[in-house]
């Protein structure tokens, strides 16, 4: 298996709900991350995992919150966003690295396309 | 820090000629460079990558160069093809970070004309 899944495909929330985004990988990958992509802008990082432990917040605002269960999951949960957070969200993972300059390969998942009304 | 610069940001080409896009970077430091293709509502996907101890990486059509004295690196692809068309990003390593963080360039939009 060398695919990174995520659901929902779909989001149109509220700006009062809370959702949750799911991530999967089985590629035995220690590194995953979230990203948020702009209509024909690179994708952003927003979150680093590196051996289930939070590694790196981009400065990213506390109403999406991270969460990693296991080395195939991760989660991103999401309560009283804005319309401009609506965007793409990626998933991506990585073998993971002990330190050093980074050299992984990531692989993106197929994205969640979330819309905040 | 790391920037990424990429240009063209636009790129329209006739199929079968070449296209190069050419990204610069900062730190001499990095030493991997992959290259992503995002189709319109798709994930980005890893088409193809180069380290840093190689001047030169070839997969059929598509390749990448690296002048690690220029900073720069470059993906060429021949004998393009409709299905060539999408947006290709350039992405290099942040320096001085703790995990697997890239700068990824602006992208360039690719359309091969039939």
């Known amino acids: 298996d060398t695919e990174v899944t995520q659901t929902p495909k779909h989001l149109v929330m509220g700006m009062t709900n809370k959702k949750s985004l799911k991530c999967e990988q089985h590629?035995?990958?220690?590194?995953m991350y979230w990203y948020k992509q702009k209509a024909k802008k690179p994708p952003e990082l927003m979150f680093v995992?590196?051996?289930?432990?939070?590694?790196i917040n981009e400065s990213v605002p506390s109403r999406f919150s991270p969460e990693c269960p296991n080395s195939s999951l991760l989660n991103l949960h999401l309560h009283a966003l804005q319309p401009e957070d609506s965007a793409l969200y990626l998933c991506?993972?990585?073998?993971?690295?002990?330190?050093?300059?980074?050299?992984?390969?990531?692989?993106f998942g197929p994205g969640t396309r979330l819309t905040v009304l | 820090g790391e920037n990424v610069e990429q240009h063209p940001s636009t790129l329209s080409v006739q199929e079968g000629d070449s296209a190069v896009i050419k990204c610069t970077y900062s730190?001499?430091?990095?030493?991997?460079f992959p290259w992503y293709k995002q189709e319109l509502g798709k994930r980005p996907q890893l088409i193809i990558d180069?380290?840093?101890?190689?001047g030169e990486k070839k997969d059929q059509r598509i390749a990448v160069t690296l002048n690690k004295t220029a900073k720069h690196f470059s993906l060429h692809i021949t004998e393009t093809q409709p299905e060539d068309s999408a947006v290709y990003f350039c992405?290099?390593?942040?320096?001085?970070?703790?995990?697997?963080?890239?700068?990824f360039g602006t992208g360039t939009s690719l359309t091969v004309i039939p």
């Open positions: 991506a993972s990585s073998q993971g690295y002990a330190g050093g300059t980074p050299t992984d390969t990531q692989y």
């Open positions: 590629m035995g990958h220690r590194a």
């Open positions: 180069i380290r840093s101890n190689v």
């Open positions: 992405a290099a390593p942040r320096s001085g970070t703790t995990g697997n963080q890239f700068y």
């Open positions: 730190d001499s430091a990095s030493n991997y």
């Open positions: 995992y590196s051996y289930e432990k939070l590694s």
